[in-house]
């Protein structure tokens, strides 16, 4: 079989619902102030990520930064640690440079992706996470063990103001992150750490 | 795809049930999650609205779809995807075929996709020397299984630890008789990770896509739609129509919608945008009609394409609980399914429409506010005036209607039968043609019927005296009564 004439296909797709008289439906505002807000977002974002599975860290400065990162046990235990947050200092021994890299299949090994998160939002725990700073997006995927670096005064309450911080137009790709990967699919008990990050730690700085 | 099979969701649900303890525990296990929905639910003060407005939103987007679907092809185009159009599903299988083989992929890697089960995508790829594999873990099992998902978000939710384990012991060598959710996930991400990383090609389906950007967003929590798609350099992404929303800060709306309705998480864990290509890769996006111009062309059934597919209706639904998704035989199961499986073929499932007791629960539920319940009641006049039901239903119907027309003999057979059921022997109330005696007993009869209580009520009144109800012999819980809106 051949391939069919895409052309003639979106003609007919497009033709066909054009053809539909359809009563006009506007389109309503996103700026409400109904829209949850929380008196400590900062709280209510750690409130929120533990219930996920993750974990928050509040640090003061880098120096507990690097401090708390070196007691991770997910850092104690790693052979291979790629870190891509500038000021963080971690002794070099298991340090992978992720841009030396050429082929994203060889990160299979990586046990923890120390990784800059935009923005955090307090209602669920999700962090933005955009991929401008790394040559693989799988990164984020593979690694073991996660963790994100979040300036401790980017959170905000709710999504509309998240997509309102977000600006569009160019090829990119960026993700809501939200506690480390898991899965209820055997009888509805939870398994944390299904294909991606066993373990999510996210760092207010 | 039709068969001339016709869908007999009774016949498939009584057998479903006829294991008691199996249908309980999956009634269970559904209603858990619908309360932990509840509870997200409870969590916004602004629920409501949020509903409303997502209603709204795809309200537009029905209403100006070709715009938006032409914005979004445009879109996505600048940003170096390629765009493809298929009316049907064999389009839609032959076009991803072709580009599949057009690169030499040999080896698949697929996310949870309802659009590309409605195609019948796998089993079309096999055939032609794909290798398909579902990594979703729900959708791994049932894959392994053989068997089509029964849930649209939990897939493999009829099955229990014991057989999956038994499945992965036959399938991925775990250890005979384990059964610890634990240990065999950490099995199936070892399995699945080989897959990833040996893949030629990712597919993807698509939970969002955004006509102002030219993007999409899929949400998973496993994360397996990134690595199959971060790893590889070619991305497929199948899109049904109806998933378009206009601006990107619809999303804001619909991210909270979805996974709170879904399992009743706050949101998913990877809700991922993606906007062209991976660096040095391909992105193609697969734009499927197969059918949906046909119910947007339908004002009754048009918001039905308002379904963000969370599940929400099917693990409140007190049918679609009780008899197991595979059941409906359908794509999509459970409420929402038997609007959408009609409207491709009608004389097919005819029966699904009726497997609702009209309750209401699903569109109380729905987060985008499709009046679930009232489509399913038009359904079923719509499959009634086109002669599709079963004899014994319509001849059930005809004969309940004349009764109906006839107020003296719909009182005289109720007086008849106030005073013959309760000296009936069982075998004559529970057998074959009752189906309201299946599984449960028949209320007792009430000693007077409510025209009889009424009259007398009237008579009493008239002579200034009050009125007490005389009790059943076997008068129902008290909380029963105290619920009934009957005076
Ligand atoms: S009909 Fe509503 S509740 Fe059911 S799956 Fe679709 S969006 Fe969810």
């Given amino acids: 079989m051949g391939l069919p004439d895409t052309n003639s296909a979106k003609n007919a797709i497009l033709g066909a619902i054009r053809a539909i008289n359809i009563p006009p439906a506007p389109l309503p505002p996103l700026q409400r102030s109904e829209w949850i807000t929380y008196p400590d977002p900062a709280a209510q974002f750690a409130i929120v990520l533990a219930s996920i599975g993750g974990t928050c860290e509040t640090v003061a400065d880098t120096a507990e930064l690097n401090e708390k990162l070196r007691h991770l ?12 947050v500038p000021h963080v200092n971690l002794p070099a021994e298991h340090l992978l440079k992720e841009q030396e890299i050429a082929d994203p299949h060889h990160l299979v090994d990586v046990d923890l992706a120390i990784m800059p998160g935009e923005f955090a939002v307090a209602e669920n725990g999700a962090v933005w996470c955009v991929t401008r700073h790394l040559r693989h997006r799988v990164l984020y995927f593979i690694t073991q063990h996660l963790a994100l670096v979040v300036p401790r005064e980017q959170i905000v309450h709710n999504m509309h103001q998240a997509y309102e911080r977000l600006a569009w137009g160019q090829a990119e790709f960026g993700l809501f992150l939200a506690g480390p990967s898991k899965t209820a699919d055997i009888e509805q008990s939870l398994v944390i750490g299904a294909h991606g990050a066993r373990s999510l730690t996210v760092f207010l700085v | 795809m039709t068969s001339l099979a016709i869908v007999d969701h009774p016949k498939k649900a009584a057998a479903f049930v006829a294991d008691i303890d199996r249908a309980h525990w999956h009634d269970q296990s559904l209603w858990y ?18 509903r409303e407005t997502a209603s709204q939103i795809k309200a537009n987007v029905v209403a100006n779809l070709a715009d938006y679907l032409e914005q979004f092809a445009n879109e996505a185009t600048k940003l170096g995807a390629v765009v493809h159009w298929a009316r049907d599903a064999a389009e839609h299988n032959a076009i991803v075929l072709n580009i599949l083989q057009s690169r030499g992929a040999q080896k698949i890697v697929k996310s949870k ?3 590309t089960e409605e195609c019948h995508l796998n089993p079309y790829l096999e055939r032609h020397g794909i290798e398909v594999i579902d990594t979703d873990l729900g959708e ?29 012991h036959e399938h991925l060598g775990t250890d005979k008789g384990a059964k610890d959710p634990k240990y065999l996930a950490e099995a199936a991400r070892q399995h699945l ?25 899929v949400c998973t929590n496993e994360g397996n739609a990134d690595l199959g798609v971060s790893l590889p350099k070619l991305h497929i992404a199948c899109l ?31 809700s991922s945008h993606f906007h062209g290509p991976l660096p040095g890769g391909e992105l193609h996006i697969v734009l499927v009609d197969n059918g949906r111009t046909d119910i947007a062309a339908n004002p009754d059934f048009r918001r039905s394409l308002n379904c963000i597919r969370c599940g929400a209706c099917m693990n409140t639904c007190p049918i679609y609980r009780r008899s197991g998704g595979h059941s409906y035989e359908a794509t999509v199961p459970g409420p929402i399914g038997s609007i959408l499986a009609p409207a491709r073929d009608s004389a097919k499932y005819a029966t699904l429409p009726h497997a609702c007791s009209l309750c209401g629960s699903c569109s109380d539920v729905c987060p985008v506010k499709i009046d679930i319940h009232q489509q399913l009641l038009t359904w079923r006049k719509e499959i009634a005036a086109r002669k599709q039901l079963k004899w014994s239903k319509r001849l059930g119907m005809q004969l309940t209607g004349w009764v109906f027309q006839h107020p003296w003999l719909y009182s005289t057979l109720g007086k008849m039968a106030r005073w013959t ?11 074959g043609l009752n189906p309201w005696g299946k599984q449960r007993e028949l209320p007792s009869a009430p000693p007077q019927s409510f025209r009889e209580l009424y009259a007398q009520r009237q008579k009493q009144q008239a002579n200034g005296g009050s009125v007490t109800p005389q009790p059943s012999p076997h008068s129902p819980p008290s909380v029963y009564s105290a619920s009934s809106k009957v005076n």
């Fill in chain 1, 73 to 84: 046990p997910a850092f104690t235990t790693a052979r291979q640690i790629v870190n891509l």
């Fill in chain 2, 33 to 50: 999650v619908r309360i932990k929905r509840d509870k997200q639910a409870a969590s916004l003060p602004e629920w409501e609205l949020l």
């Fill in chain 2, 113 to 115: 996709s309802m659009l």
């Fill in chain 2, 140 to 168: 791994r099992i049932v894959q392994l299984a053989k068997e089509p998902p029964s849930h649209i978000v939990l897939p493999c939710i009829h099955y229990k630890k014991e057989e999956i384990g038994e499945l992965f």
């Fill in chain 2, 193 to 217: 990770r080989e897959k990833f990383c040996g893949a030629d090609a990712g597919i993807t389906g698509v939970n969002f896509a955004i006509a102002e950007t030219g993007g999409f967003v």
């Fill in chain 2, 240 to 270: 049904g129509i109806e998933k378009l929303l206009p601006r990107a800060a619809d999303l804001g709306v619909f991210l909270r919608l979805l996974a709170r309705s879904a399992t009743g998480q706050p949101i998913t864990t990877y």
């Fill in chain 2, 421 to 431: 059921l309760p000296w009936m022997p069982r075998f004559m109330l529970y057998h």
